[in-house]
Nanobody, 123 residues
Framework: QVKLVESGGGLVQAGDSLSLSCVAS????????MGWFRQAPGKEREFVAS????????IYADSVKGRATISTENAKNTVLLQMDSLKPEDTGVYFC????????????????WGQGTQVTVSS
């Protein structure tokens, strides 16, 4: 079973940039896609972005399109989420997750999750 560990969260000001990392240890053939999700207090978890390890197929939520870039460093088993022009509404706990599917925005199609890293954007 793959183990996922996120890092890079913190407190930033609106308009700043932040880069999140997720290290995926022990990947198997069941780990095709890495996704980023976020959850604000009192709200449902929402999809942010995803990328496939092999080909690099990406998906972005409309809320972050143009401001977020997801990428992989395959040799390091690491997935990155670069976010620019951060807004207070970007605040939340960010989770990375692994899916066996190629194209998915659905959290129910992700089988393994990291512990999350807190991102707080102040105005």
């Amino acid at each position: 079973q793959v183990k996922l560990v996120e890092s890079g969260g913190g407190l930033v000001q609106a308009g700043d940039s932040l880069s999140l990392s997720c290290v995926a240890s022990g990947r198997t053939l069941s780990d095709v896609t890495m996704g980023w999700f976020r959850q604000a207090p009192g709200k449902e978890r929402e999809f942010v972005a995803s990328i496939t390890w092999r080909v690099g197929i990406t998906i972005y939520a409309d809320s972050v399109k143009g401001r977020a870039t997801i990428s992989t460093e395959n040799a390091k088993n690491t997935v990155l989420l670069q976010m620019d022009s951060l807004k207070p509404e970007d605040t939340g706990v960010y989770f990375c997750a692994s899916s066996s599917l190629t194209w998915s925005r659905d959290q129910n199609e992700y089988h393994t999750w990291g512990q999350g890293t807190q991102v707080t954007v102040s105005s």
